[in-house]
């Protein structure tokens, strides 16, 4: 309650105590109180829009203008089909949120160094016009290709989300692309160049309750995908309906989806899991069990497995008139085959043995292990792999994912109801219509990741060096380093991009990036940085209409979105900070196209409401976008039991690789290989290139002995039920709930005198962080594991290596940039660290 409102009850209050108290005889006195100026009750709906995939709806409960509390779905009984949508701890958290101390409430000029966090208050006026003034002269100077939108998602709006920032950009010649993201970026590479497809189109979930044997490779829907009707959600209803399930999980840590669930827990130590793939698949084929029971499966859907196979797709390729694949054709080479290559012979005859003896020196798993998993992949009549994104986030994580995916191929179940490939689940979702960004002119565009070089060497940065895409050739630079930077609803211009301290030194620099925006509702890390801030509205100020996301399980839902609260301060939605800037553009009515925010969501609503993927919605949808959001929550279950690569399989389909197969040898990797810059030119240790999936000593890796010795913990990332990347870290609820603390195993407690709730410093050669211990026996000897995305907040102590001790505990400010050798990804959970108690 606000105390305006307070106040005014109060004095209420004590005007009828004291009429009271004053009752004489006469019926005068007997006068009815006033009513206290409290309002009714006023109930909306609106969503948790952070990206874990859910967009959660919450039941918004305000009065006079203040919202008092947050409550989650709780409207049916939950059923088969139909069932509650329950949000999580952070979606319950969001009336602190709200409210947190650090809302941005009016647009602010920096007047310090970037990165002091010294701001002044100026009107959105003045903002609007310096930023769509510098816009327009910095397109005018270097090109569209200068200007940036960095990667961000913690706002899934429909209508006011920062594609707003697209538009404007598209309506004046567009700005420079960026493909990826940070979640994903290596195992869309390993995806396609296995299956021709983008990793997430594996079985869905509910079909593991068809499964014999699943094997999850740091698969944890249980804390990623909290929802509860999401994917961990579906995971829970599989288990409870697969009667007798055996489960194996491979995770540096025993985490929530584990805790009795499973049959087995293997901790295995990060970046090692291509050698783990090589070891069963050694027992697979030296067994024998492969030529008698899969190889005609392999031969009929794959190419690569032995040399056989690719002379005979070399030979398609080069007889097919494809001046592409013609080009494949010339590097292609059948000596490079899987089966040579895991029983080392031929070529690698000079190799190890891929023995389980072998993987245990690597991997940490006990050589009996591989011996048993071979033996229940085999036996399994529809075995489910599915491999989590922490393993593609690695040093050559493209390797390791693809490594992982040859195990589904070995098995020849692929397509039986049941089974699964290794990628990650797929899901469907109701569909929504948003604002339309329009198409971008610029054609080139740079990995997500590689946005932080591109600001000094984006002018020389090359498809060869760099992966840069839309170039006329190879060696035909990018042309122009970014100038400007919006940032919005994002965390990666400092805290979640790798290497926060270099980051830093880059956006210091005003000689590189002249104009950085950043639109948020919090003053983030990264924020500090900006030269202007708009604050932008939350969830619950926002009319809004939105879906569930990407990873909500079988149910899918729209959420009409009404305002609990008039948006406070001088806070505007990202919709109208974008339009502000347009007119300063001279493209403002291009931009509205003469529509007001009512108008444009009754546009979407009814865009919505008439596609057939939404037909046979609870409740049905009403006539018009503000009967819906009296209504609030739509939901639908898709009835959606995809088996991964059954159209290919079982109904001819042939897949979007070159081959049209499953490729256990990548013509496309092929030519990379023979015209990327690699390891050769690089002097990046690991960072190779292969046809066939190959494990690889990297940097920072398990069996780097170049910084073992100053260096000897690995360190692991891991997504932390507390936040959502970084969104709600500062939320003082979430953080008392769930501890920010470093796990460490009994045995390098004891070995390093270690006890819980000590304080250590860890480092390297990139940075210190100041964390505190929790011991626990749920991760792996050798390695700590610290949760990702605490707010990064450099103190006043030197640490070990003359950086600032980061006493915020950020992860990145430990982390490596260098981009991936294929996807030019981001590497974030290689780290090795040193400790010291402080």
């Given at each position: 309650m606000e105390r305006r409102s307070f106040l005014k009850m109060s004095a209420a209050m004590g005007c009828a105590a004291s009429v009271t108290g004053c009752k004489t005889s006469s019926d005068d006195a007997n006068v009815v109180p006033p009513k206290p100026p409290v309002g009714e009750e006023q109930i909306t709906w609106s969503s948790c829009l952070v990206?874990?995939?859910?967009?959660?709806?919450?039941?918004?409960?305000?009065?006079?203008?203040?919202?008092?509390?947050?409550?989650?779905?709780?409207?049916?009984?939950?059923?088969?089909?139909?069932?509650?949508?329950?949000?999580?701890?952070?979606?319950?958290?969001?009336?602190?949120?709200t409210y947190a101390v650090d809302r941005l409430k009016t647009p602010m000029k920096r007047v310090g160094k970037r990165g002091e966090g010294k701001f002044v208050p100026i009107s959105w006026d003045e903002a609007a016009k310096t930023i769509g003034t510098k816009l327009t002269s910095v397109i005018a100077e270097h090109g569209n290709k200068a200007i940036f939108r960095s990667y961000g998602s913690g706002a899934y709006y429909?209508?006011?989300?920062?594609?707003?920032?697209?538009?404007?950009?598209?309506?004046?010649?567009?700005?420079?692309?960026?493909?990826?993201?940070?979640?994903?970026?290596?195992?869309?590479?390993?995806?396609?160049?296995?299956?021709?497809?983008?990793?997430?189109?594996?079985?869905?979930?509910?079909?593991l309750a068809n499964s014999d044997f699943l094997l999850g490779v740091a698969y944890n829907p249980s804390e990623i995908r909290q929802s509860g009707s999401g994917e961990g959600y579906d995971y829970l209803k599989a288990l409870q309906k697969s009667n007798g399930l055996k489960v194996v999980m491979l995770d540096p840590r025993y985490t929530d989806s584990m805790l009795g669930k499973e049959s087995k827990w293997l901790p295995i130590r990060p970046g090692t899991d291509a050698a783990f793939a090589e070891a069963i698949a050694y027992q697979m084929i030296s067994s024998g069990w492969v030529d008698n029971n899969s190889l005609n499966f392999i031969n009929k859907y794959a190419v690569g497995f032995d040399a056989a196979s690719i002379a005979q797709?070399?030979?398609?390729?080069?007889?097919?008139?494809?001046?592409?694949?013609?080009?494949?054709?010339?590097?292609?080479?059948?000596?490079?085959?899987?089966?040579?290559?895991i029983l080392s012979q031929g070529i690698y005859a000079d190799q190890p043995l891929k023995t389980p003896e072998w993987a245990e020196n690597i991997t940490g798993i006990p050589a009996a292990q591989f011996g048993q998993i071979a033996t229940?992949?085999?036996?399994?009549?529809?075995?489910?792999i599915v491999v989590g994104a922490g393993v593609n986030r690695q040093a050559n994580g493209e390797q390791s994912m693809r490594a992982l995916y040859m195990l589904s191929v070995l098995t020849g179940k692929l397509g039986t109801l049941g089974s699964s490939n290794g990628e990650l689940p797929f899901m469907s979702s109701m569909s929504r219509s948003g604002i339309p960004a329009g198409s971008n002119p610029v054609k080139e565009s740079i990995s997500f990741f590689t946005w932080s070089e591109a600001i000094h060497n984006g002018e020389t940065m090359t498809a060869r060096s760099h992966g840069v895409r839309g170039t006329d050739d190879l060696d035909a630079p990018l042309g122009t380093n970014i100038?400007?930077?919006?940032?919005?609803?994002?965390?990666?211009?400092?805290?979640?991009?790798?290497?926060?301290?270099?980051?830093?030194?880059?956006?210091?620099?005003?000689?590189?990036?002249?104009?950085?925006?950043?639109?948020?509702?919090?003053?983030?890390?990264?924020?500090?940085?900006?030269?202007?801030?708009?604050?932008?509205?939350?969830?619950?100020?926002?009319?809004?209409?939105?879906?569930?996301?990407?990873?909500?399980?079988?149910?899918?839902y729209i959420t009409a979105m009404k305002s609990a609260i008039e948006p406070m301060w001088d806070c505007k939605s990202m919709y109208e900070a974008a339009a502000l800037i347009a007119k300063y553009m001279g493209c403002e009515a291009e931009f509205t196209e003469?529509?007001?925010?009512?108008?444009?969501?009754?546009?979407?609503?009814?865009?919505?409401?008439?596609?057939?993927?939404?037909?046979?919605?609870?409740?049905?949808?009403?006539?018009?976008?503000?009967?819906?959001?009296?209504?609030?929550?739509?939901?639908?279950?898709?009835?959606?039991?995809?088996?991964?690569?059954?159209?290919?399989?079982?109904?001819?389909?042939?897949?979007?690789?070159?081959?049209?197969k499953i490729e256990i040898y990548s013509a496309e990797l092929a030519w990379r290989a023979a015209n990327w810059d690699q390891e050769a030119t690089t002097d990046v240790k690991g960072d190779t290139i292969t046809a066939i999936p190959q494990y690889t000593v990297t940097w920072d890796g398990y069996e780097d002995e170049d910084t073992s010795t100053d260096y000897p913990i690995q360190l692991a990332g891991y997504h932390?039920?507390?936040?959502?990347?970084?969104?709600?870290?500062?939320?003082?609820?979430?953080?008392?709930?769930?501890?920010?603390?470093?796990?460490?195993?009994?045995?390098?407690?004891?070995?390093?005198?270690?006890?819980?709730?000590?304080?250590?410093?860890?480092?390297?050669?990139?940075?210190?962080?100041?964390?505190?211990?929790?011991?626990?026996?749920?991760?792996?000897?050798?390695?700590?594991?610290?949760?990702?995305?605490?707010?990064?907040?450099?103190?006043?102590?030197?640490?070990?290596?003359?950086?600032?001790?980061?006493?915020?505990?950020?992860?990145?400010?430990?982390?490596?940039?260098?981009?991936?050798?294929?996807a030019k990804g981001n590497p974030q959970h290689t780290n090795r660290v040193a400790i010291k108690k402080i």
């Open positions: 990206n874990c995939g859910s967009n959660c709806p919450v039941k918004v409960f305000s009065r006079d203008g203040v919202i008092t509390r947050v409550e989650t779905d709780h409207d049916v009984v939950d059923g088969d089909d139909i069932y509650q949508v329950r949000a999580c701890a952070r979606g319950r958290s969001l009336r602190q949120r429909g209508f006011a989300s920062n594609a707003c920032f697209n538009r404007l950009f598209n309506l004046n010649g567009g700005c420079l692309n960026a493909y990826g993201n940070y979640s994903w970026a290596q195992q869309m590479e390993a995806a396609k160049h296995t299956f021709g497809t983008g990793s997430t189109s594996g079985s869905s979930t509910v079909t797709q070399k030979e398609i390729f080069a007889s097919s008139g494809d001046a592409t694949k013609q080009e494949y054709a010339k590097v292609m080479k059948p000596e490079e085959n899987y089966r040579d290559y229940d992949l085999q036996n399994a009549q529809a075995p489910y100038k400007v930077i919006i940032s919005a609803s994002d965390s990666s211009l400092l805290n979640q991009h790798a290497e926060i301290n270099n980051t830093a030194k880059i956006l210091e620099d005003e000689t590189g990036v002249e104009l950085i925006v950043s639109c948020d509702c919090w003053m983030t890390p990264g924020a500090k940085f900006a030269d202007i801030i708009l604050p932008d509205t939350s969830w619950l100020e926002s009319n809004d209409l939105v879906n569930d996301s990407y990873a909500s399980g079988a149910l899918g003469g529509k007001t925010e009512e108008q444009w969501l009754e546009e979407l609503y009814q865009k919505t409401r008439d596609n057939s993927n939404n037909l046979g919605v609870v409740p049905a949808f009403p006539a018009t976008y503000k009967e819906a959001q009296e209504v609030g929550f739509f939901r639908k279950n898709m009835n959606d039991n995809h088996v991964a690569l059954e159209s290919y399989i079982k109904g001819g389909t042939a897949l979007s690789t070159p081959s049209g932390t039920k507390g936040r959502t990347h970084s969104s709600y870290h500062n939320v003082p609820w979430l953080r008392e709930a769930v501890e920010d603390a470093v796990w460490v195993n009994p045995m390098d407690a004891a070995e390093n005198g270690l006890s819980s709730g000590d304080k250590i410093e860890m480092y390297n050669e990139r940075g210190s962080i100041a964390v505190k211990v929790r011991i626990t026996p749920r991760v792996a000897p050798g390695v700590f594991a610290l949760g990702q995305g605490a707010w990064f907040n450099p103190g006043n102590t030197v640490g070990s290596t003359g950086h600032i001790i980061d006493e915020g505990g950020a992860i990145n400010t430990l982390t490596r940039y260098q981009p991936s050798p294929v």
